[in-house]
């Protein structure tokens, strides 16, 4: 909960300033009292200035040290205590106890507590300082800040006899005690409360809301703590987040998190750029994630809305929510909008973290190190600039760039900071993957000198070995042997099992029997999460290598794919899966391997080959669309323009051949149209022309057949049932129904509708629900209600984002017209 205390506050009371000026020589005193008058009325700002103008005239030694007496008094009450300590210091402004006083707030206001503490305790010992009270009120204040609670209550319970210092000692108290869980003494504190300002009663109510949750009586809590959310008059402002993390704490309690949102969105709503949002955002998230299905409409609306940066906080937590629903895909969206965004705030930094992390479960790790350096302009606080550069040396070491990586840890592990061990571990393996063993073991020291434990020693003797087995050293052996000797019952002592397998099966010639042994040690050791998968994956090599049954590799690689669906090794073992059903004439299995593969690697060297083979699979199918799915495949071989281009070019000519289907033939870019380009980039070309023809229609109606030509150009080239094709149909159907010929529009527009879908990616949705929203419109003009009602439900079959917009059509269409489904 945040604490509505948790900062000392400044006592900038006019009193002070009264006595200061009577003391003044009768000839200054009006010009000293007029300056310090806004300072009096709280307008310290006004008294700032006006002191300024009075210190440039011709002042008199001691009448100059009055004016800065009064000078600090003003920019301590403004919240300038930087510049009131610079003028302190110039003018040794430390002599009477007024001066101490106001030397001892300026310390406070920047936390400089424990030298504050004297200053106060002293001139509160002074009888006739009229400010004693005040400053043994704040000597409490410094103690409490330093913790030090039994000495802050020991300062404050005299202060309940001084009648005008009784409420806010009692409430100081009662907050005290609260804070130590001790009730019954908040309770005791609050009976001494007196005469009471409108905002020390509103603070009292609060601290009844904290007294009844102590007591276990969240429901009395609440009638405490919401009424000052409704009726916010003189409630200030850290008095409102407090009651409103109370409040969430309540309900947190009270499993209606549904309901605590409530009021945090309802201020968030209002007060889009409140110096709390952040705060209030990850106890919204608190909130969330105690909900079973959390209403996500006022985060989705924030996040289209200009206001920062509450936009950008919005789009961070929307994405949690997704990522938690499982919804990557929209949290990755939600967050690179946010990047985009470069709304450059220390306040989101935390959600391009979450990003780049995402970025690195995916093993996109140049998009992670790419993210890190863009946060540095985010204005990160010292801790999250050591999180990113964490972050993208940890993306270096997994490419393999192990210089980079431990360039990067080593500056964390001398910071002293909470990644320094971690990071001088890391470090360490750096220096072992570049045989570098001088300085492992120096980094290896360090960490030990940095707190790291014993334990952390002996994974870096297991690190060591394990490494060194990777790089087929030939000691590797030796030192595994006697990690497993010096340490039989370490819980990683199965990898240890499992890395000698894998030194025995890449031996030459190999040792299977060796490596098999090796395994059901492992197997007999009690084997870690990474044993078990790496010998799952060692396995199956094992078995291909053996020449065994097709049979037995593709269960084995099953299973791994089910048992370790985020390892590491998942794209090596969907590939040898789908090689095995293809080698075994399984090709409708084979086509969804090699698919799969392809989908979850797009940058991988193999991917190519994927898709190649994923089409040759779905060719020798020769099932319902089969061959429009190897059409598809064939043209991501030849997008990628590698050494199997053309062979997919070629298989692609011959697909059409057999379909007769030149309307969905491969769209050309504008290179094609003026030269001999690729066909990728003609494709842009030929749309662009199409809508430049489209836009000078307006002025000219002849420009409609020039761009319907331009557009039948594209769709009669198109080879896939994507963006290009629908787009080139849908806005040929558009100039159609300029040109009143609807019959022929609606048939264009229903072509994109007809078109078969993709397996190997999200289908295009955009422009198909243009077109079929545009064919179902024109048939309800025409009263065509039936037909109406079948496009609607190829609409809803989609599945996308318009689908509950067309679900809705359709059944108000069935009722309004009495159209039953068989």
């Not at 319907?708 to 080139?728: F, K, P, V």
Request: glycine share 4%; hydrophobic share 40%; charged share 30%.
């Amino acid at each position: 909960m945040m604490d509505l205390n948790s900062r000392p506050r400044v006592l900038a009371l006019a009193l002070l300033g009264a006595t200061l000026v009577a003391s003044a020589r009768a000839d200054f005193t009006t010009d000293l009292a007029n300056a310090s008058r806004p300072i009096n009325d709280g307008v310290p700002e006004v008294g700032i200035v006006r002191l300024q103008r009075l210190l440039k005239t011709n002042l008199a030694p001691d009448q100059r040290r009055l004016a800065f007496d009064e000078m600090v008094r003003a920019l301590v009450s403004a919240r300038r205590p930087i510049e009131a300590l610079a003028i302190i210091k110039e003018n040794q402004l430390v002599q009477s106890a007024a001066e101490k006083f106001w030397y001892a707030q300026a310390l406070a206001e920047t936390n400089r507590w424990s030298d504050a503490l004297p200053l106060f305790e002293q001139v509160a010992r002074q009888n006739a300082f009229p400010l004693r009270v005040e400053a043994a009120f704040a000597a409490a204040e410094m103690l409490r800040a330093l913790n030090q609670w039994d000495d802050a209550v020991r300062k404050l319970t005299p202060l309940l006899r001084e009648k005008p210092w009784q409420t806010a000692a009692a409430l100081r108290l009662a907050s005290l005690y609260l804070d130590r869980s001790d009730p019954q003494n908040a309770q005791r504190a609050l009976q001494h409360i007196g005469e009471e300002t409108p905002a020390q009663r509103k603070e009292h109510r609060f601290l009844r809301g904290r007294l009844e949750l102590a007591l276990h009586r969240p429901d009395r809590a609440l009638t405490y703590l919401e009424a000052l959310t409704k009726k916010p008059r003189e409630v200030s402002h850290p008095l409102m987040i407090a009651t409103l993390f109370l409040i969430a704490d309540v309900h947190l309690q009270l499993k209606t998190p549904e309901t605590g949102d409530d009021f945090l969105e309802d201020f968030v709503d209002h007060h889009p750029v409140d110096s709390a949002l952040p705060e209030l955002f990850a106890k919204l998230d608190e909130l969330y994630q105690a909900e079973r299905k959390p209403v996500r409409a006022e985060l989705e609306r924030w996040t289209r809305e200009p206001e920062q940066p509450r936009r950008g906080l919005a789009q961070w937590y929307l994405a949690r929510i997704e990522r938690r629903a499982g919804r990557r895909d929209r949290a990755r969206q939600l967050l690179a909008a946010l990047r985009a965004s470069h709304v450059d705030r220390p306040e989101v930094v935390g959600g391009l973290f979450e990003l780049a992390q995402l970025e690195m479960q995916d093993r996109n790790f140049a998009d992670g190190i790419a993210i890190s350096a863009e946060a540095q302009s985010w204005q990160p606080t010292a801790e999250w600039r050591e999180r990113f550069q964490f972050l993208s040396s940890r993306a270096r070491y997994a490419e393999g760039n192990f210089q980079a990586a431990t360039s990067g840890f080593e500056p964390i592990g001398r910071s002293h900071s909470f990644f320094a061990v971690p990071a001088l571990y890391n470090a360490s393996l750096g220096w072992l993957q570049l045989g570098d063993r001088e300085k492992f073991a120096a980094a290896s020291d360090e960490m030990q000198a940095q707190g790291g434990s014993p334990q952390d020693q002996i994974e870096l003797r297991l690190q060591e070995g394990l490494v060194r087995a990777r790089q087929q050293r030939p000691d590797a052996g030796d030192i595994l042997r006697k990690f497993i000797v010096d340490f039989p019952q370490n819980p990683r002592v199965s990898e240890a099992w499992v890395a000698l397998a894998e030194l025995a099966f890449h031996q030459d010639p190999r040792r299977m029997d060796d490596a098999r042994k090796f395994l059901a040690r492992a197997a007999e050791s009690r084997p870690t999460s990474a044993a078990k998968e790496r010998a799952q994956y060692l396995m199956i090599w094992i078995e291909d290598a053996a020449g065994s049954n097709p049979d037995k590799v593709i269960e084995l690689a099953k299973q791994f794919l089910a048992q370790q669906p985020g390892s590491y090794f998942t794209a090596d073992v969907r590939m040898k899966l789908a090689e095995a059903y293809y080698l075994r004439q399984d090709f409708a299995n084979a086509q969804t391997q090699f698919e799969l593969f392809a989908q979850q690697n797009p940058t991988s060297p193999l991917t190519e080959k994927a898709l190649f083979f994923a089409a040759e699979s779905a060719m020798a199918t020769m099932g319902p669309h089969t061959l429009d799915r190897a059409i598809v495949l064939f043209d991501q071989v030849a997008q990628m323009k590698g050494d199997l281009r053309w062979a997919a070019r070629n298989e692609q000519a011959l697909i059409e051949r057999k379909l007769g289907k030149p309307e969905d033939a491969l769209l050309l870019y504008e290179e094609v149209l003026k030269n001999d380009a690729r066909p990728g980039e003609k494709r842009e070309a030929m749309c662009g022309k199409g809508d430049i023809y489209f836009e000078l229609s307006t002025t000219d109606p002849k420009n409609y057949e020039r761009a319907i030509e331009a557009y039948e150009q594209l769709a009669a080239n198109a080879n896939e049932t994507g963006h290009w094709r629908n787009q080139a149909l849908f806005k040929k159907g558009v100039c159609l129904e300029k040109k009143a010929d609807r019959d022929t529009a609606l048939a264009t527009f229903y072509q994109v509708l007809d078109a078969p879908a993709r397996a190997d990616r999200a289908p295009e949705l955009f422009w198909f629900y243009k077109a079929g929203f545009n064919a179902a419109r024109l048939l309800e003009s025409d009263s065509h209600w039936d037909s109406a009602a079948k496009v609607y439900q190829k609409l809803v079959a989609a599945g996308g984002s318009r689908s509950e917009e067309a679900r809705i059509r359709l059944n108000q269409l069935r009722l309004e017209h009495f159209l039953w489904s068989d």
